[in-house]
Each structure stands twice: as C-alpha cells, then as structure tokens.
C-alpha cells in the first residue's frame, strides 16, 4: 500500500484482521525491491498521475475502491451502499441521509457513515466484519471525492446521489471534464438508482438517463433546522431515495416517518452555522466552503450586508462567476494568503472595500471593530478555496478558527 495516513492505516488494520500479508510505504521510504514482489498495490487516490510510481508501475496498481470491492465480495458481506458525491453539499446530504435511517429505527439493519476524511471504508468495512451483532443487513452511507471515483472500474453501489458539478479541482484533474467524468463514475456504477438535478440529467446519455431520478429546490425547509435554497435541494434528494429506498425493501410503513425525521437533524457543523453573537454582531462558520459554488450558495442565504474573511490554497476556480452574488452582498472582503492578489482584483473591479491580511486573527479583529463601527450584523468566514499547504487539512484550518473565536 502506498501512503501513509488515516484511510491507509485502516486499510491495514483491515488486512491485518484478515491475515492477508501487506506492507505500508510512501515516497520517504519507498522499497522498489518490495513492490516488484507485490501482486497489488494500493494507491492513494490524492497522488497524481504523474508520480513516478505510476509510470513504473502501472499494471499493479488498484484504487482504494476496486480493492475493497473485491474484499466485499470475497467475504459475502450483506451491505447495502448508498454513495453521495457532487463539487458542494456532499457532506450535508451524507450527514442527513446517514441520521434519517439511523432515526427511522429499521428492525435488523445496522447503519454505518463513512467519510472523506473521519471514517474511511475500510474502517466501517473492519467494525461490520468485528461486530457481534449479526443482523440481516448493513447499510453504509457514503461520501466520495472526485479522487476517490477516478477511474472506477468495479465497484458498484446500491443507490447514489449526485448533488450537483461545478468547476473545481482543476489543480488535481487535467480539465473540468476528466473531474465532471469523475462524478458521473458514480452514475455508471450504481445498481439500482441515481438521484440528481434537472440540469445534470439533461446532459446525459440516454442510456444513463433511464434509471435517473430528478430532483430540484421545491422541498419546505420551513420546519426544518436548515437554511438556504441549496438546502432545498439536499433534503429533497434524501426525502427521495429514502423513499425509494424503503419501497425497493417494502418498508413503505416508515416513509410517512421521512418528512418528520428530517426535521429532527440538525445541520453539520462548519456549514453557514452561527456559532457566536457578539451584541448585534452574529458570526457565521462556513468553514468547510472550499469553491466558488458553494460561497454563492451561502450568500445568497443573507438579505443583509457581510463582512467576508476568505482566505486559502488556490484549485483554479472561477472566482469571478460571483460578480453578482458579491456585488449585491458583501460590504468588505478580509483576504488571507495564497488566493488574496486573484481575489483582491475582482474586489477592487466590483468597487467592493478589501484589504489584505497576514494572519487569520489580524482579520477577525478588523472584521469585529469595523462590525462595530459600521453596525454590520453579520460576519461570515467563509475560505472559498482549499486548505492545501496551509494546514494539514480542512479541519486543522477548522480548529485553528475555533480557538480564535472562542477567545473573542
């Protein structure tokens, strides 16, 4: 297996529970010795296709996926795999979809939630194949990345959602249509049915649209915990394949149960939350927000004027597709580090007040002051790019921000 980090260390935890010989390496300690042995190798899907290991070799190696797959099938593990990938809101549909059958309380099915970053599949494949409770079924609630779909071969899930594709990753992927092609893998690898929007659908080939189900904004939030139009969408594609779900499974007892469990789930942490009031000063943690896409959705959330700190690594968005949605919003822009001079030019073009800053907290003391000063109500830290470089990932940049806020 080559990498070392959290997914790897399960795969081999996973390996080692089934006494299947590997080893664990990466660049600092690569043993090309070894891996001419090897039958597989075990790729990280975060290496691009111009590492040298690729090019040496290729016939080897095996996405994180299609092994798994065939580690699945091996064990005849009864699992049902529901997948959610798209540039914005995977994480929120996944976070919905896993509390919604875990709270519908299904007779002798368990429910596990795997994730990018906190609970990789092999980990959930590891606790299933360890668990004592022996039931009829298992259900697995999935995110994946663009990384992740790459070239997926054999793997095949149950039921999928596709939330939506906008140009993002463009400093991983060669072009916007090798990763939209990666998005639409999940599509072409779904068993039973795929959810997604109308726009999607649309571009489709016919042979991919039949088994196609649509959905749109036109989901009543009102009841719920959540905001924002784009959170119409999201609620609406879990109320739906809940739905088909349970009547692929003649559960059709529990869907008059969907609609009220949805509106029991709280919303994930770091996506538009209000985490802090400071006199009429609310303060917002869109933290996860790493694309343009998803920026417009938040701010299309306010009918008030914000203060902006965004900041990070720079994926080569469209930064400038927000002209409006920034024009009509945004009273100042704090911008930290890598992506401030691109973002700062569009501001300066929009006559919108910004300023460049060394740290995050120089920028969250300004955003306070002038919030005061200028009887702003609402202040949002949104990044709208990647934490590469900066951090270790997404949520060290997280932690990072809480300890600032929290002494505020």
Known sequence: MFWKWKVWNWIKNLLDNLSIDNILMDDEDRNDKLLDKSKKIIITPWIKQSHKIYQKYWTKIQSELNFLWELIKQLSLDIDIIWITGTNWKSTTTWVLYYLFKWLKIPQTNIYLSWNFDTPLSETILKILKSKDKISKNIIILEASSFMLYKIKNFKFDYSILTNISTDHLDRHKSFKEYSDCKINILKNTKKIWFTNTEIYKGLSENLQKKVKTFNDNFDISKSNFLGKHNQSNLKSCYLLAKQYLQDN????????????INKISPLAHRLQLIKTINWIKIYDDWICTSSHALNAALSGFDKKVILIAWGYDKWDDYIRLSKELEKTVWFACLIWQTSSKLKSIFNKLNIENHKYKT??????????????????????SPWSASFDMFKNVYDRVDKFNKLINKL
């Open 360 to 381: 995050l907290k120089s920028a969250i003391n300004w955003a306070i002051e002038q919030a005061n000063k200028k009887w702003i109500k609402i202040i949002l830290f």
């Open 250 to 261: 003649k559960m059709k007892q529990y869907i008059n149960k969907i609609i009220p469990t």
